[in-house]
């Protein structure tokens, strides 16, 4: 008898488990730059995206039916700050999928513990190669690698029978990648142009001494890989040698889309050109075309790439759960890579287990936008190049 009644209760136990576990919030985790020297504009902006997807899967019902909640953790763009955000989340606050990167060297140091961990990242707007191209399992990203981005602004330089180009580019994994990209694919492309390299530090407070060089070098075009505070510095003080606005430069992601490109540089953003993930003429899907509206409700101003990048994710992970029917990390992975998601584009969301940086990578279409008077939208921004054409 005391063996039945030992019996009974154990098995209450395991079964009242099991229900509080069902019933347990399922958490994500997002590790974003919401302090400098991070890229903090666009942290903020994948804070409030992954707050509204959030939202929106909680008045669906939530996952598995159950509550989701959100944990964001601030990096200040330092890899060690994003390396102690993901053991937290992972170990402490048991979250099943993690996402927000936006420093590529962030996101693969991440990785690194990831893989032996077994809970998946998303690179949400990082763009070095070995983010996805180690083929760790635990690795899925969605936006643009290197070569296409590369691809996109030689494309441009051919189409406007440029001959020479400086790239002004910060030493972290993201500057030198593109580096290397842009310089392969000049030579492999036999696009022919002569190309002037500067690399630089990503907390340094002046680029004049750099920007002498770029003058003395009479460039057809300059492209710009800082990301955050010296992608502005770069803008400001070419105009202070004369370089802007009489050479195009390219920025190397869709940082001037925000509303604080004409707060900082006003007239003198006039001719700004800028790599753009998305415009508002982009195709949505019905989940994109909802967000789009609920974050001009919510903020007053439309949203940019990095929110809807941010909204994405979370609803990405939440589809792929449901698919796999736990969160069990590699049903989840399976899951991620045999399935198709919708997310904010028309353009359906796959990771396959493709070759090199490819791998687990999902990629919008790339193009460069210009500027042609103060006070523009990315809506009503030239489209100067788009990428295959």
Known sequence: MH????????????????????????????????????????GQQVKRGSEIAVEYLNEKGGVLGRKVVLSIHDTAGKNEAGVAAYRRLVSNEKAVAVFGFIHSGVNIAVNEVAKEIGVPTMGTQTGAG????????????????DPPRAATWLGWAKKNGFKRMSILAETTDYGIGLV??????????????????????????????????????????IINVGVGQPLDLMITQATTVGLLPTVPMVTSYDAPARPQHWQLHKEQGVGVHFIAFYTPKSKLSDLGEWFVKKYQEKYNEPPI????????????????????????????????ETGSFKGWSS??????????????NW????MIMKYTKANQTAADAEVAHTLGE
């Not at 209760?9 to 079964?15: R, S």
């Not at 036999?190 to 530090?201: A, K, P, R, V």
């Open 363 to 366: 990629s919008p279409p790339l």
């Open 305 to 336: 790439y990095s929110a809807l990048n941010g909204f994405a994710n979370a609803i990405v992970f939440a589809q792929a759960i449901e698919m796999a029917k736990t969160t069990e990390p590699k049903a989840l992975i399976k899951a991620l």
């Open 130 to 145: 070995d983010v996805t191209g180690k083929h760790y399992d635990i690795a899925f990203r969605t936006h643009a690698v």
């Open 180 to 221: 290397k990209a842009t310089e392969a694919q000049n030579k492999s492309m036999n696009i022919g142009l002569e190309i002037q390299t500067i690399m630089f530090d990503r907390t340094t407070t002046d680029l004049l001494p750099q920007l002498l060089q770029v003058r003395a070098f009479k460039p057809d075009a």
């Open 347 to 360: 353009v359906p969301v796959t990771f396959p287990r493709a070759d090199g940086a490819l791998f687990h």
């Open 3 to 42: 063996r039945r009644g030992l019996l009974a209760t154990i098995a209450a136990l395991a079964l009242s488990a099991s229900t509080a576990s069902a019933q347990e919030p399922i958490v994500f985790g997002v590790i974003t730059p919401l302090s400098p020297p991070g890229e903090t504009a666009l």
